[in-house]
């Protein structure tokens, strides 16, 4: 008798004395045995058969590519998983989007979308809206020169809001937004724009179209780039109050 044929005959055996999946068991143990495991024949066992249960973390890791075929190398990169798992956990508490009381799965969600650059703005402050609130209450006829040239919905909010201004200010200016920003305060963003828009009003108010207006904001001059920091952290400080330290 063959050795398949051996193996054909005990699954038969094993199935009729209620023993269904030892042999299945004993196949992917050998394959978790080799040296470099393949990845094509463990996606194979797992399409045909129910993985054990005390192999199904390792081989669902192994498919999902968060533990590389080799397997030396297992501890070190587990070890480097947990690493990272901490530090984007921490990245998105700093900017607010979870908190201690986040049910896992969101946390979970948040963390892909954070590594695939695919995380929204903001989980509860709409920094547009949010824009054209503050906008507003320091000039709303700017806001409504704005709104009748069609051009409040245009303006560059990816260039502001996603990409934090980064190509729009020069470095040293951009790297005192950033360090609000790092430290937990989207809000900056908002008031920088405003400002922006503050500083520039007689240009922005002489423009008549929607397109103008953007080609205008995307390419500020640099040279009030300071001056425009400045005076958005003031308007941050004005009404969201001044940070303190937790005592």
Not at 167 to 182: A, F, I, T, Y
Not at 194 to 208: D, P, W, Y
């Amino acid at each position: 008798m063959t050795e398949d044929s051996q193996r054909n005959f005990r699954s038969v055996y094993y199935e009729k004395v209620g023993f269904r999946g030892v042999e299945e068991k004993k196949s992917l143990e050998i394959l978790l045995k080799d040296d470099r495991l393949d990845t094509e024949k463990l996606c194979t066992f797992s399409q045909r058969f129910p993985l054990p249960s005390m192999y199904r973390a390792l081989v669902w890791k192994v498919l999902l590519g968060i533990l590389p075929p080799h397997h030396e190398s297992h501890a070190k990169v587990m070890m480097y998983r947990k690493e990272q798992y901490l530090d984007v956990l921490h990245a998105l508490k700093v900017v607010r989007f979870v908190s201690d009381a986040t049910p896992q799965a969101e946390v979970y969600l948040r963390m892909y979308q954070l590594e695939s650059g695919k995380l929204p703005r903001s989980p509860s402050f709409p920094l547009p809206k949010a824009f054209e609130q503050y906008l507003n209450l320091e000039d709303g006829r700017l806001l409504t020169h704005l709104r009748v040239c069609s051009a409040a919905p245009k303006l560059p909010y990816d260039l502001w809001f996603k990409r934090c201004f980064a190509g729009c200010l020069p470095e040293s200016s951009l790297q005192r937004v950033w360090d609000k920003v790092v430290s937990g305060s989207c809000k900056i963003l908002v008031f920088v724009a405003v400002e922006i828009l503050l500083t520039f009003k007689i240009k922005v108010m002489a423009l008549n179209s929607a397109e103008k207006i953007t080609k205008f904001l995307e390419n500020i001059p640099q040279d009030s780039s300071d001056a425009i920091v400045s005076k958005a952290i003031d308007l941050w400080h004005k009404h969201c109050g001044t940070p303190v330290h937790s005592s």
